[in-house]
């Protein structure tokens, strides 16, 4: 199985993009699904988590208000809801799945196990 992540693309700032992140090669039933980025030079980030443990959603401080990650069942795909974007969001943004709980950990990214490849974001100023 493996996590595959598109939407992303070249906008200007204060416009919106929808991230998908579905996995292929057979079904996946994780606990915590999440958000990660990572921009040139610097360390990947948590952008936001979804727990099923009462459909809890967490945010990094950066996006709160601004991103929403939620999850289709039906089709079995998780999105990244990005609107009023900013250069600072810029970067390459990998979704990711946790088979167990991750509790308070959710920010953890050592603690998935699978990644997407990865899809690019790029927001002018």
């Known amino acids: 199985v493996q996590l595959q992540a598109s939407g992303g693309g070249l906008v200007q700032a204060g416009d919106s993009l929808r991230l998908s992140c579905a996995p292929s090669?057979?079904?996946?039933?994780?606990?915590?699904w999440a958000w990660f980025r990572r921009a040139p030079g610097k360390e990947r980030e948590f952008v936001a988590a979804?727990?099923?443990?009462?459909?809890?959603?967490y945010y990094a401080d950066s996006v709160k208000g601004r991103f929403t990650i939620s999850r289709d069942n039906a089709k079995n795909t998780v999105y990244l809801q990005m609107s009023s974007l900013k250069p600072e969001d810029s970067a390459v943004y990998h979704c990711?799945?946790?088979?167990?709980?991750?509790?308070?950990?959710?920010?953890?990214?050592?603690?998935?196990?699978?990644w997407g490849q990865g899809t690019q974001v790029t927001v002018s100023s």
């Open positions: 990711a799945a946790d088979l167990e709980d991750s509790g308070d950990y959710y920010y953890n990214g050592p603690r998935y196990d699978y």
């Open positions: 979804f727990r099923w443990n009462g459909e809890r959603t």
């Open positions: 090669g057979g079904a996946l039933s994780a606990y915590t």
